[in-house]
């Protein structure tokens, strides 16, 4: 498994990227981290590579972490792409739990350059 989070200083946005089993524990930890990162660099966009990450929980611990993200730290308007390759349907439910608890800035992308552009709006 492999978690990683760090701070992009030319294009000004922070960057993740997750291997292996993708759970609501370590989706909590490495949004944490993400959140913490971006407060320290006054930064509202983020780039999350999942291409390489199986997801390993279920609708109800999906539901549960959109609702707590406020409370690891995710700000309202801070503008999430998200690169995934596999299990797009679940994702959509992470992404509609998202909309739903008024985290509008997330979308899901399968091109990097397609989710890069839209960081840029």
């Known amino acids: 498994m492999l978690l990683m989070v760090g701070y992009d ?4 946005h922070v960057f993740g990227k997750i291997e292996g089993a993708l759970t609501k524990d370590i989706a909590s930890s ?5 959140a913490e990162i971006a407060q ?3 930064c509202r966009k983020v780039i999350t590579d999942l291409r390489e990450a199986e997801l390993f929980a279920n609708q109800k611990e999906i539901e549960i972490l959109s609702k707590e993200l406020k409370g690891i730290g995710i700000e309202f308007g801070l503008k999430r792409a998200v690169l995934i390759s596999k ?3 679940d994702y959509k439910v992470w992404e509609n739990y998202n ?3 008024g985290f ?3 979308r899901l992308f399968s091109d990097e ?5 839209w960081m840029k709006l």
């Open 87 to 89: 299990n797009i349907n």
């Open 104 to 106: 509008k800035d997330i």
């Open 113 to 117: 350059g397609v989710a890069l552009e």
């Open 40 to 42: 320290e660099n006054k």
């Open 30 to 34: 490495y949004l944490s981290k993400v």
């Open 99 to 101: 909309f739903r608890n």
């Open 9 to 12: 200083d030319e294009l000004n």
